[in-house]
């Protein structure tokens, strides 16, 4: 509705100037019949000129209206559009408790996951105190043994109350511990640089269960 309002009202004021020019041109209308067949078409030529001239000045005024109406109304729309997205930023990221809330979940349940995996180890290496690395290793399944828990503090001694619990052995090992704590993630595997050491203590715990 608003484009046909614009619509009419230019093809209103264009027509009103064509009016005006045309009108003001008819006195030079009423001497053309004095004149020659050249001087007719001359004084016709320069009447429509002068008419064109004009009327174009007035589309020429509309279109500038026109293109500044709608550069404003496009940055209008761009600038609303903005808060839109801050809005919106708002509402997902900048709630910090929401967020706060989420990775707590998150780190409930990896650690849930993380301690269900603790029985399923061959060895658990400890530090003794202060941290604790649950190993697991399958001859013929498996590349290198995996870490599939560890932890510190308050978590490293519930790693070893599960251990213990479910008859894997607790096998202190200082630097061991502290290089597989720093280097491996949960799930990963052992890097090449402690084979070594981890074979040393994997073939100590199969002698104690050929002991057993």
């Known amino acids: 509705m608003a484009e046909l309002v614009k619509g009419v009202a230019k093809l209103a004021l264009v027509g009103y100037m064509a009016y005006i020019s045309i009108k003001a041109e008819t006195g030079s209308f009423a001497r053309l019949t004095d004149m020659e067949a050249a001087g007719i078409l001359v ?23 026109d293109y500044g109406f709608q550069r404003w109304e496009l940055e209008k729309s761009l600038s609303m559009t903005r808060h839109e997205v801050k809005e919106e930023f708002k509402e997902t990221e900048g709630q910090p408790l929401i ?5 707590s979940l998150q780190r409930q349940l990896a650690k849930k996951r993380m301690m269900q995996d603790v029985p399923k180890a061959t060895a658990v290496i400890t530090n003794p105190t202060h941290l604790a690395v649950a190993l697991r290793y399958e001859h013929g ?4 043994p ?9 978590v490293a001694e519930r790693i070893k109350d599960i251990a213990r619990t479910s ?8 630097p061991l511990a502290q290089a597989l ?14 084979f070594k050491a981890v074979a040393e203590v994997l073939a100590y715990v199969y002698r104690l269960r050929v002991r057993r």
Do not use: C, D, H, Q
């Open 43 to 65: 004084s016709i030529g320069s009447s429509s000129f002068r008419i064109l001239l004009k009327t174009s000045g007035v589309l020429v005024a509309l279109a500038a209206l």
């Open 99 to 103: 967020k706060s809330r989420v990775r």
């Open 141 to 144: 399944s498996m590349r290198a």
């Open 146 to 154: 995996v870490v599939v828990a560890k932890g510190a503090g308050l």
């Open 167 to 174: 008859g894997v052995p607790l096998i202190e090992n200082r």
């Open 181 to 194: 704590w720093k280097t491996v993630e949960i799930g990963k595997e052992i890097p090449a640089s402690l």
